[in-house]
């Protein structure tokens, strides 16, 4: 089992950036597939970026593809998300997940077995 949490939320302006980290608990951090996902009220989790448990392939939601960048300590049990070009439309609560799924990189919500709770990103305009 793991326990995450994420750090780095805040309040950021147009064209800012951000990076979000999250920390992982336990030993078998490397064996997990992580990913990030974010929400707004009144709307489902949407996926953001996700990188594979060797840390050798990632993908990314379209809309932040170019702007957002995934990365893994797996030394530090640690996972990062880079928010570049940051937009209006990128507020919300970002939340990192991990997956025991070692095949691919998953993208589906379902597909995650461990939440963290949750960090607010606001971008103004």
């Known amino acids: 089992q793991v326990q995450l949490v994420e750090s780095g939320g805040g309040l950021v302006q147009a064209g800012g950036s951000l990076r979000l980290s999250c920390a992982a608990s336990?030993?078998?951090?490397?064996?997990?597939?992580m990913g990030w996902f974010r929400q707004t009220p009144g709307k489902e989790r949407e996926f953001v970026a996700a990188m594979d448990w060797g840390g050798r392939s990632t993908y990314y939601a379209d809309s932040v593809k170019g702007r957002f960048t995934i990365s893994r300590d797996n030394d530090k049990n640690m996972e990062y998300l880079q928010m570049d070009s940051l937009k209006p439309e990128d507020t919300a609560v970002y939340y990192c997940a991990a997956s025991i799924l070692r095949l691919g990189v998953p993208f589906v919500r379902d597909e995650y077995d461990y939440w963290g709770q949750g960090t607010q990103v606001t971008v103004s305009s």
């Open positions: 336990g030993r078998t951090f490397s064996t997990y597939s």
